[in-house]
């Protein structure tokens, strides 16, 4: 209680005294005040004194006092000197004086306080709007000087040739009416010498030149010293012992620098490629049985002149294993491990094979799946043994983690519409979840080829069994125009100009415009294909052509056709496919010469074709642009009659098929293999009468190598013309292998043989027509002479079907240009007239 009193009787002293100094202030105060914006203090009045304590005897003598009142409040008022007045604002010629107040951390009617004035200073310089800044204080007045940054006038570059403008463009943030900074302009610059890196220009120099420009603007110009490409000048491997390193260097995508890569990037150093090399010899090494190995170390080293990179891979091979035991280990009470063992891709005895593991747990995970659980998860373990070199395989089957799809989301797609992204997704929201459907989406929006980064991923949604898939895109041009020449054996030297877009109007769809001009064909084509027409597994397209060809090596006359084909395919699964293509054509036989064949003459003129036809393909290829191994099988039947509407009346069958065999076993290069292809065709007429020639089969050229283009079958015995076939068969084997150059180049080689035979040609039962003379279906003639100056000396002109066979090599170069096919068949059973090609070119696949 004492120490109370005596706080107490502190406190009122020190007021007193504090209240009797400044009583002079309190009326002027509250005049002053009045003019002042914000609160107004009251005036002051001091309380009276206080008693001092008297010293207590005891509580009870001494009762407690009264709660007293607490001292007023004491407000100590502001000289109206020390406070802004106004903010005014110097300089800003572009920036309005609001947005610059917006930015100030002080506002009128604040003190001048210091600290709050540094802090506006930083605020504004942050925003990167100018380039000075001044805060000073000029009577109550705050005052703030601007110096504007200027902004772009226009961004340029000189010197660039490896890299286009556009391309330089899109990796800088510098803009057109972009407010400039020297900063901004130094972090572009390092932008793009990281460009040029990334495309071998390692030795680049790029200095940014500002020039000034009236109304306080500049131009900025990036001149560029490309500098030479930093090739990759040696690739060398340590530790390797299995493989020579001329293997692995073929394993690899990175290639050492040689003169025939100019149309290459591969002898290109890139730290990405490194990357991805690593994992190619990872693959390499476990398909072939080489379960522990590792790439301890991938070096690059860049030479002093900064011109050439020396690549070093450091290699742990480990031993070889081959599998001892296969077990599948499944968790679901309804599925045996011992049912899923037909869809493991390995058997005992096989070395090891990484390849065969990936494939089989993906064939597991399918197989469970269609079982009816959905959420599965395969993971093989193997179990070494190192003194056997074997290992034990063991696949776990258990149930994964029950996560259904909450939502989709696409973000980056500009252009191409959201449905064409959805429409490759392998679920859709609601489903199950698992990582397979997640890598086979990104897979198919790869294929597309519509875009330049995929990238699909997931994340947690609202509750633990939720999750929301983003697929990220980023579209590229579709566009494309060719121009291009080349030489046929078909059609002679060629010209081909073309216009296509594969992804017309973001819709996925595509459409195209195609011109060749050659020596014996000349044809026009449009052609617009959606490939989910109705939003269905569902592709329709239609084609609008002309075509004009001079079929003179092998008949003395000329055709065209011009119309239109509508066509509808549907997939089944990953193997079975069927389309339907209604054709209509008008066509003519014209430039018949004088002399030729009776057959020919009495077709000249034109004729309407109106043809329904189906195929269905069975395909268990590999891959079917670059197969190595599998089979395909293509049947197709066709229609056309005056049911129609046109004037050809026929029914035909045709069947082709292709069976590859890899030789890896036996050379461990899957580049050797060995290919069957069987075709063969049946055309009926239904009204009796001989068939248009446009309907017919012909045999030879590409179809029967080492005999020119319908070189071989019926022929008028009178001219030598040929006239096609009703029944054709062929069947050609093929050694495929690798040629002793680098692959970069792309060339391969092939020893090939063919045979085939032509037959079922129906006779005009005129005097000029073709007349029987013998038992096999030989025709005899009474010229001695046909028009290209062959004696016929009365021999027979063939339609009983008589093979012929061929064989040669020939070599395939899958060029920038497309994949081209150079041939060299010697005939080895054949009649005396038929017609021979010893040399033949090309374009594009045989099957």
């Known amino acids: 209680?004492?120490?109370?009193?005596?706080?107490?009787?502190?406190?009122?002293?020190?007021?007193?005294?504090?209240?009797?100094?400044?009583?002079?202030?309190?009326?002027?105060?509250?005049?002053?005040?009045?003019?002042?914006?914000?609160?107004?203090?009251?005036?002051?009045?001091?309380?009276?004194?206080?008693?001092?304590?008297?010293?207590?005897?005891?509580?009870?003598?001494?009762?407690?006092?009264?709660?007293?009142?607490?001292?007023?409040?004491?407000?100590?008022?502001?000289?109206?000197?020390?406070?802004?007045?106004?903010?005014?604002?110097?300089?800003?010629?572009?920036?309005?004086?609001?947005?610059?107040?917006?930015?100030?951390?002080?506002?009128?009617?604040?003190?001048f306080d210091v600290d709050r004035m540094d802090r506006s200073l930083k605020t504004l310089y942050a925003t990167g709007l100018f380039s000075d800044v001044n805060i000073r204080r000029e009577g109550n007045n705050l005052v703030v000087s601007v110096t504007e940054n200027p902004l772009v006038n226009r961004v340029a570059f000189e010197g660039n040739k490896k890299l286009t403008d556009d391309q330089l463009k899109g990796a800088i943030q510098l803009r057109q009416n972009a407010v400039f900074t020297a900063t901004e302009a130094q972090a572009d610059r390092k932008k793009l010498l990281d460009l040029y890196a990334q495309n071998g220009k390692f030795a680049a120099s790029i200095v940014?030149?500002?020039?000034?420009?009236?109304?306080?603007?500049?131009?900025?110009?990036?001149?560029?010293?490309?500098g030479p490409t930093s090739l990759i000048s040696r690739v060398a491997f340590v530790g390797n012992h299995a493989f020579s390193s001329g293997t692995l260097l073929n394993v690899i995508s990175s290639r050492e620098h040689q003169w025939w890569l100019f149309l290459s990037s591969s002898d290109t150093y890139a730290p990405e490629r490194i990357a991805y090399d690593k994992e190619l010899l990872r693959k390499f090494y476990l398909k072939n049985g080489y379960?522990?190995?590792?790439?301890?170390?991938?070096?690059?080293?860049?030479?002093?002149?900064?011109?050439a990179f020396f690549l070093t891979f450091t290699l742990h091979e480990g031993d070889r294993y081959k599998v001892a035991k296969i077990t599948v280990d499944s968790r679901f009470p309804k599925i045996s491990g011992d049912s899923l063992l037909p869809d493991v891709r390995l058997r005992p005895g096989d070395y090891y094979n990484g390849n065969a593991v990936e494939d089989s747990v993906k064939a597991i995970s399918a197989d469970v799946q269609s079982r009816g659980e959905p959420f599965v998860e395969v993971k093989p373990r193997i179990s070494r043994d190192e003194k056997a070199h074997t290992v034990a395989l063991i696949f776990d089957v258990d149930s994964g983690p029950r996560v259904y799809v909450e939502r989709i989301?696409?973000?980056?797609?500009?252009?191409?519409?959201?449905?064409?992204?959805?429409?490759?997704?392998?679920?859709?929201?609601?489903?199950?979840?698992?990582?397979?459907?997640?890598?086979?989406?990104?897979?198919?929006?790869?294929?597309?080829?519509?875009?330049?980064?995929?990238?699909?991923?997931?994340?947690?949604?609202?509750?633990?069994?939720?999750?929301?898939?983003?697929?990220?895109?980023?579209?590229?041009?579709?566009?494309?125009?060719?121009?291009?020449?080349?030489?046929?054996?078909?059609?002679?030297?060629?010209l081909n100009v073309g216009v296509s877009e594969n992804n017309f109007l973001g819709t996925g769809m595509s459409a195209g415009v195609n011109a060749i001009i050659a020596e014996l064909e000349t044809s026009e084509s449009i052609n617009f294909t959606d490939p989910y027409f109705l939003g269905d597994n569902l592709l329709a397209g239609i084609n609008l052509f002309h075509v004009d060809n001079n079929f003179a090596y092998f008949a003395e006359y000329s055709e065209r056709r011009t119309g239109a084909a509508i066509n509808i395919a549907y997939q089944f699964n990953d193997h079975f496919?069927?389309?339907?293509?209604?054709?209509?054509?008008?066509?003519?036989?014209?430039?018949?010469?004088?002399?030729?064949?009776?057959?020919?003459?009495?077709?000249?003129?034109?004729?309407?074709?109106?043809?329904?036809?189906?195929?269905?393909?069975?395909?268990?290829?590999?891959?079917?642009?670059?197969?190595?191994?599998?089979?395909v099988v293509r049947a197709?039947?066709?229609?056309?009659?005056?049911?129609?509407?046109?004037?050809?009346?026929?029914?035909?069958?045709?069947?082709d098929a292709q069976q590859i065999l890899p030789l890896d076993f036996l050379t461990g290069n899957n580049q050797w293999a060995l290919s069957f292809i069987q075709s063969g065709g049946y055309i009926h007429s239904l009204n009796g009468q001989p068939t248009f020639l446009e309907d017919r089969f012909y045999l030879g050229g590409q179809n029967l190598r080492g005999f020119l283009d319908g070189g071989v079958g019926p022929h008028d015995p009178y001219t030598g013309d040929s006239l096609g076939g009703n029944l054709m068969w062929t069947a050609s084997t093929e050694l495929w292998f690798p040629l002793p150059v680098?692959?970069?180049?792309?060339?391969?080689?092939?020893?090939?043989?063919?045979?085939?035979?032509?037959?079922?040609?129906?006779?005009?039962?005129?005097?000029?027509?073709?007349?029987?003379?013998?038992?096999?279906?030989?025709?005899?003639?009474?010229?001695?002479?046909?028009?290209?100056?062959?004696?016929?000396?009365?021999?027979?002109?063939?339609?009983?079907?008589?093979?012929?066979?061929?064989?040669?090599?020939?070599?395939?170069?899958?060029?920038p240009f497309g994949l081209i096919n150079l041939d060299i068949g010697e005939p080895i059973i054949m009649y005396k007239y038929d017609m021979t090609e010893l040399f033949r070119v090309g374009f594009g696949t045989r099957f």
């Not at 066509?587 to 003129?605: F, K, L």
């Not at 197709?636 to 069947?655: C, E, S």
């Not at 692959?743 to 027509?769: K, V, W």
């Open 1 to 111: 209680m004492k120490i109370a009193r005596a706080a107490r009787f502190a406190s009122a002293c020190l007021l007193a005294a504090m209240l009797a100094g400044q009583t002079w202030l309190a009326a002027p105060a509250a005049a002053q005040d009045s003019a002042v914006p914000g609160p107004v203090a009251p005036p002051i009045a001091a309380p009276p004194a206080e008693k001092p304590p008297e010293k207590a005897t005891s509580p009870a003598a001494n009762p407690a006092p009264e709660a007293a009142e607490p001292p007023p409040v004491i407000v100590h008022p502001v000289n109206p000197h020390d406070l802004i007045q106004s903010i005014v604002v110097q300089g800003n010629k572009r920036i309005e004086t609001g947005t610059v107040l917006s930015y100030m951390v002080l506002q009128p009617g604040d003190p």
């Open 208 to 226: 940014a030149q500002i020039i000034k420009q009236p109304e306080n603007r500049v131009d900025v110009v990036f001149k560029i010293d490309e």
């Open 291 to 307: 379960a522990d190995f590792a790439v301890t170390g991938a070096n690059a080293e860049l030479s002093p002149d900064r011109q």
């Open 409 to 494: 989301d696409i973000v980056g797609n500009n252009r191409t519409e959201d449905q064409v992204i959805r429409r490759q997704f392998t679920f859709a929201e609601g489903d199950a979840f698992s990582q397979d459907k997640l890598t086979a989406t990104q897979q198919n929006l790869k294929g597309l080829n519509f875009f330049d980064n995929v990238n699909v991923t997931n994340a947690p949604g609202s509750s633990p069994d939720q999750t929301i898939v983003t697929a990220q895109v980023q579209d590229k041009p579709t566009g494309s125009l060719s121009l291009g020449g080349g030489y046929s054996t078909d059609i002679g030297p060629l």
């Open 577 to 631: 496919r069927q389309s339907w293509t209604y054709t209509y054509a008008n066509r003519e036989v014209y430039n018949v010469y004088t002399g030729a064949s009776y057959y020919i003459q009495d077709q000249a003129g034109q004729s309407i074709l109106s043809q329904f036809g189906q195929v269905f393909t069975m395909d268990y290829r590999d891959n079917p642009v670059d197969p190595h191994s599998g089979f």
């Open 636 to 655: 197709g039947t066709d229609y056309a009659g005056p049911a129609l509407g046109g004037q050809a009346d026929f029914d035909r069958v045709h069947l």
């Open 742 to 815: 680098s692959p970069d180049l792309g060339l391969s080689g092939r020893i090939f043989t063919d045979m085939g035979a032509l037959s079922g040609l129906q006779e005009a039962g005129t005097a000029h027509a073709l007349v029987p003379v013998a038992a096999d279906g030989g025709f005899q003639t009474g010229r001695t002479v046909n028009f290209r100056g062959q004696v016929l000396n009365s021999q027979m002109w063939t339609n009983d079907g008589s093979i012929r066979l061929s064989a040669g090599v020939g070599l395939t170069w899958n060029s």
